[in-house]
Each structure stands twice: as C-alpha cells, then as structure tokens.
C-alpha cells in the first residue's frame, strides 16, 4: 500500500515533466527520470529521506525534498501519508508559484 498520493497538480507537473524529457531526451530518460521522482516520493512516505519543513504564511506546515533537477513540496495527512501537493524545477521562482497550492 502507498504511503502518497498526488494530489491533482502534482500529477500534471509529473506529465509535464515526463513530455519534455521525452522531448529532449527520449522515452529511456523521461520513464527513468519520472519513476526516479516517484520512488522518491516513497522513500519520503518511509522516511528514509530527510525533509525540510517549511512555514507559510505563518499558518500552513509543508515540506520539500530534492530529487535532482526538482523541487518535490509535500504536507502530512491526518492518517499519515504524504499528499504531493507540486513538483517544481530548480529554477523556477518557487515562493510566487508555491502559494497556489497552500493558499494566500
């Protein structure tokens, strides 16, 4: 049984990022760069990865963790998983893009 779940955005950027490494790289890479992401995300569910806490807006409780090139932002749910609330690039301006998914 998992232990995450995607919620609805962090699947998308999952898509998105598999397509463009498909892209640029081809099908070998995007399936190996995207399952790298996945069994990331479940060794933070056991964790066997450290995680990084994060307070927003004074209220809201999240984590992230690194997988290479991304940014994986995560918060506990009440029976213990991890909700994968988004997945985003190094480079990206992550605060202005991370309070859509936490709320203002």
Same mark, same amino acid.
């Given at each position: 049984m998992k232990r995450f779940f995607l919620e609805a955005a962090a699947k /998308? *950027? %999952?898509e998105s990022i598999w397509d463009y490494t498909k892209e640029t790289w081809g099908v070998r890479q995007a399936e190996k760069y995207t399952n790298?992401?996945?069994? =990331?995300? &479940? $060794?933070l569910s056991l964790k066997k990865l450290p995680w *990084? +806490?994060?307070?927003i807006h004074g209220k809201t409780i999240i984590y /992230? +963790? /690194?997988? &290479? $090139? =991304?940014?994986? !932002? !995560?918060?506990?749910? %009440?029976?213990? $998983?991890? +909700? %994968?609330l988004a997945i985003f690039h190094i480079s990206m301006d992550v605060p202005q893009h991370l309070v859509r998914y936490v709320g203002e």
């Open positions: /998308r *950027q %999952i790298g992401l996945l069994l =990331h995300c &479940e $060794k *990084q +806490s994060h307070l /992230r +963790s /690194r997988y &290479e $090139k =991304h940014l994986i !932002f !995560f918060k506990k749910t %009440i029976d213990g $998983k991890l +909700s %994968i």
